[in-house]
């Protein structure tokens, strides 16, 4: 697979405010990449690099091997970015076909229409009316008009209720088996565990973790082993055990987080702990999440 994108010790200045530092990031041609990091960590401002709708203070940028605001480049493109502007004085199918007749090979309106989930009514809708879930779709389907090979999504199920959400990212599969690169943010720390391959960290401008969201995991975020019992005195014992860090109970359950469950395990039966439903959980996205950028003070925008 080829580079599609290529960041070059990229930094963004707005005035004497560091929004992006120093950061390098490839990426290959068929990956589903989620950015992520918290309010003003300098993941829109580098998506907006990407895009070309700023230029770096410093670095380079390239997507597809060239600038990302030669036509050539932006032919292949779609975003769908968290603010959609509506054109006033148009219906929603009106729309879509004039966003079409800029490409050389859109993709159909049947297409356009059977990915999105766009109703007959709503296309009959005039744009600048429709709801937040609505313009959605619609902005959806502005992405996918000159159907790209390279799609961003910045933040693209926020306000959707878990159904439409759901129903998105089964288009989004759909899309990634085509072969598409896809590059998105999301706050909903799920989504990144469940549809990417790979997930960019950002804090303060820089990149603190990139990888495959298992490795992340594994390497970052603790582990637990829960039970549940009927004894008082299973906490000390389960605390004096090797390799556990602290044990704590919630819900009828007794947590004991450790960096090797496998050990816990073994100690738990070597004991004869009085234990049932005995579950393992290798870690949570949120708990590297929290991990890396609790310590951090935010300092971009």
Known sequence: ??????????????????????????????????????????????????????????????????DPKELRVRNKIGAMLQEVSIVDKLKVREVIELFRSYYAAPLSMEELITLTGLKEDELKQWANKLSG??????????????????????????????????????KVTSL????????????????ADDFSERIILFNNGEVIADGEPEEIKRNIATRSVSLQTDSNEVIPLLQSF????????????????????????????????????????QGRLEEVFEHLTSDQKEEVV
């Open 242 to 281: 090797d390799g556990v860090i602290r044990c704590y109970e919630k819900e009828d359950r007794i947590y004991v987080v450790t960096n090797d469950t496998d050990a816990v395990l073994s100690q738990i039966f070597q004991h004869r702990v009085d234990a049932r439903n005995i579950l393992v959980e």
């Open 176 to 191: 990634k088996s085509q072969g598409k690169t896809i590059i998105f943010t999301t706050h909903y720390l799920q989504e």
């Open 133 to 170: 879930g609505q313009k959605r779709k619609l902005g959806f389907a502005l992405a996918l008009a000159g159907n790209p090979d390279l799609l961003f999504f910045d933040e693209p199920t926020v306000g959707l209720d878990i159904t439409a959400r759901r129903n998105f990212w089964d």
């Open 1 to 66: 697979m080829g580079e599609i994108v290529k960041l070059e010790n990229i930094t963004k200045m707005f005035g004497k405010t560091t929004a992006v530092k120093d950061v390098s990031i490839t990426i290959e041609e068929g990956s589903t990449v989620a950015i992520l990091g918290p309010n003003g960590a300098g993941k829109t401002t580098t998506i907006s690099m990407m895009l070309g709708l700023m230029e770096p203070s410093d670095g380079n940028v390239k997507v597809f091997g060239d």
